[in-house]
């Protein structure tokens, strides 16, 4: 399976409301995908999502289509950095591990 680890780090804790605006479009999408499950967390600018995949194919059909690829397109608006980690793993791992693996491991958007 594919785990996929998000974290944002929003330019102003007032766009919070745009970016749950965003977030709930975003999670009806994912409600019709084949995502096995789905878990966020934040607070003030720093919010992280984990999503578990079967395969990379249904996992790229989801972020490259519809809602979240609208708020792909937003995103420079609204965040200061994106981090996005990949991996295989069969479940979640605990938020202080998954935190971690971004510093290490994710692929990094900075925004001027």
């Given at each position: ?9 929003l330019r ?10 965003n977030?709930?479009?975003v999670?009806?999408?994912l409600?019709?995908?084949p ?8 607070f003030?600018t720093k919010?992280y ?9 249904d996992?790229?059909?989801?972020a490259?289509s519809g ?7 937003k995103?420079?608006s609204l965040a ?7 991996l ?12 971690s693996?971004l ?7 900075k925004?001027?």
């Amino acid at each position: 399976m594919i785990l996929v680890i998000t974290s944002i780090h929003l330019r102003s804790p007032l766009l919070f409301f745009r970016l749950s605006m965003n977030s709930f479009r975003v999670l009806n999408q994912l409600k019709g995908t084949p995502c096995i499950n789905y878990k966020s967390t934040g607070f003030w600018t720093k919010h992280y999502t984990m999503t578990l995949w079967r395969n990379k194919e249904d996992l790229k059909s989801f972020a490259h289509s519809g809602n979240h690829l609208l708020a792909i397109s937003k995103s420079k608006s609204l965040a200061k950095e994106i981090r996005v980690a990949t991996l295989k793993a069969g479940e979640f791992p605990n938020w202080k591990v998954a935190k971690s693996v971004l510093q290490t491991d994710a692929k990094v958007y900075k925004y001027a």
